[in-house]
């Protein structure tokens, strides 16, 4: 999908309720205080039109870290997949390229994200962690003049004149070296998003030392730290989220 068509695939999913595989969802904007601030954070509740919640645990555990992601796709097959029925592999938040903050199910609760072969281990670090995923197609081919999707070479994302819609890393990232760009809103609402995060639950605003942002930890480092961490911290292979193309200054310095 061209990354100029984003915004109109984004706005059918808020007007139908329906990801791409028809699943109908409701949706109510919501706002909810921060605590200890005087901010609100605004939201929209996605449920299931037939209330299947067969996708996460209702099972509550003490959260001590959040998990950052993105999506590797578009936003109604992003909904799609981490709805789909008794697979128990979804996330309580994911984040429109429009800045929606779309709450899936209570953050208290649970389901698998990390992965087989997470350090530490899937169900017990899926269990105190917080996954937020960002809308976000991931890396990107070059293919002549455009820039594709790593699912088809026809999937045209952009031009190399597009400077804006993509990153090109000066060293490749896990041997990958274009990006597709984090929107604006998608920043500002996961600024506030950790606000809420942080405070609600009590995980500590800390993020990992800049020389270990991008690199998979141990066994004894990764699992035990306090704080905002991302998807790569877990895996060593097979994932990108969140690697250098996201600009993690900006993050660090909004929330903080």
């Given amino acids: 999908m061209k990354a100029t068509s984003i915004p109109r695939h984004e706005n059918s999913f808020f007007t139908s309720g329906k990801d791409s595989h028809g699943k109908k969802f409701d949706l109510i904007n919501k706002r909810i205080a921060i605590k200890n601030s005087s901010e609100e954070m605004h939201y929209v509740q996605c449920k299931r039109e037939n209330n299947d919640s067969s996708y996460y645990y209702k099972e509550k555990n003490e959260k001590t870290q959040i998990v950052l992601h993105f999506t590797a796709g578009y936003l109604k097959g992003d909904i799609a997949t981490l709805t789909t029925q008794s697979s128990h592999v979804s996330v309580p938040f994911i984040l429109g390229r429009n800045g929606t903050i779309l709450n899936m199910w209570s953050s208290a609760y649970w389901s698998y994200h990390l992965g087989p072969g997470a350090i530490g281990g899937n169900t017990n670090g899926s269990k105190k962690t917080i996954a937020i995923e960002i809308s976000n197609i991931g890396y990107l081919k070059k293919v002549g003049n455009n820039l594709v999707s790593a699912y088809s070479n026809s999937d045209v994302y952009c031009s190399l004149e597009d400077t804006s819609l993509y990153t090109k890393l000066e060293s490749p990232y896990r041997e990958q070296e274009y990006f597709a760009t984090f929107t604006n809103n998608q920043y500002e609402s996961l600024i506030v998003l950790l606000k809420y995060l942080t405070a609600q639950y009590d995980i500590p605003v800390a993020f990992l030392p800049e020389d270990q ?44």
């Fill in 213 to 256: 942002l991008y690199v998979t930890g141990s066994a004894d480092t990764i699992p035990n730290f306090k704080g905002i961490v991302s998807h790569v911290n877990y895996r060593k292979s097979g994932k990108w989220d969140l690697g250098p193309a996201f600009d993690w200054n900006r993050l660090i310095e909004g929330i903080i």
